[in-house]
């Protein structure tokens, strides 16, 4: 194989791996905001929970006081019935004392479904502080993970371009500009390797004569149809 398509072969890889390092550093912030989700998700499933905690709280609070509002209105009924002398109205105090009772009774009730879904709630809150700090944890942990990648990614970049660019000092101007247009249109290699007379580029076959000229290792010949530069595989 002639020198110069050498050389252009470590050229693209270099290329490549450049390209593909690149390709890695963009999806870092990605990476970066998908674990900022994760820690979202777990503050807002913690913050769920405690919100749910808190509001069966309130409506405890608020059950009790309505029972100390009835008792204190049983208490009010009671005082008024041992005053009146009238039977009547004393046996409608008394249906209303037992109104009273009645609703105190079935808010006793809700009561008890209030506590036994605040005893389920405090065991949740806690498995979701458990879930939340190892999630910090982990979240800490791959973070500092990808800002190690991300330095050593930006070191071997910065280690590949010198090379390339070493690299490319050393190839014509002319052959250069052909090689990294080629490279830049067709995303993946400039050169390509011609195999059972088809460019590996495109996979079509060519004419007798580029196959010839290839195989004669005396100038670059460039693929009949995708326009790859071709070196000839053994």
């Avoid at 777990?42 to 929970?49: I, K, N």
Wanted: glycine share 6%; aromatic share 2%; with cysteine.
């Amino acid at each position: 194989m002639q020198s110069e398509l050498e050389q252009l072969l470590v050229l693209q890889d270099r290329d490549q791996k450049i390209k593909q390092i690149q390709s890695e550093v963009r999806t870092l912030p990605q990476q970066r905001a998908q674990l900022e989700g994760q820690l979202k998700a777990s503050a807002a499933a913690l913050d769920a929970a405690k919100h749910k905690a808190q509001q069966v709280e309130v409506e405890k609070k608020r059950l009790e006081l309505d029972v100390g509002t009835r008792e204190t209105s049983i208490g009010r009924l009671r005082t008024q019935q041992y005053e009146t002398r009238k039977n009547e109205e004393f046996r409608a105090i008394g249906n209303e004392i037992e109104r009273y009772q009645k609703e105190i009774q079935g808010i006793e009730d809700q009561e008890l479904e209030l506590m036994e879904q605040a005893d389920k709630l405090k065991i949740e809150t806690a498995e979701a502080e458990k879930q939340a700090a190892a999630g910090r944890e982990s979240v800490a942990r791959q973070m500092a993970d990808l800002e190690a990648k991300g330095k050593a990614l930006d070191e071997r970049l910065q280690a590949l371009t010198a090379e390339r660019t070493e690299i490319a000092s050393r190839v014509d101007e002319d052959v250069l500009d052909r090689f990294q247009r080629l490279f830049a249109s067709k995303g993946d290699a400039a050169v390509v390797g011609l195999r059972h007379e088809v460019c590996t580029g495109c996979h079509m076959k060519l004419t007798p004569q580029t196959v010839h000229r290839v195989k004669g290792e005396r100038e670059l010949v460039s693929c009949e149809q995708c326009g790859r530069i071709l070196y000839w595989e053994d």
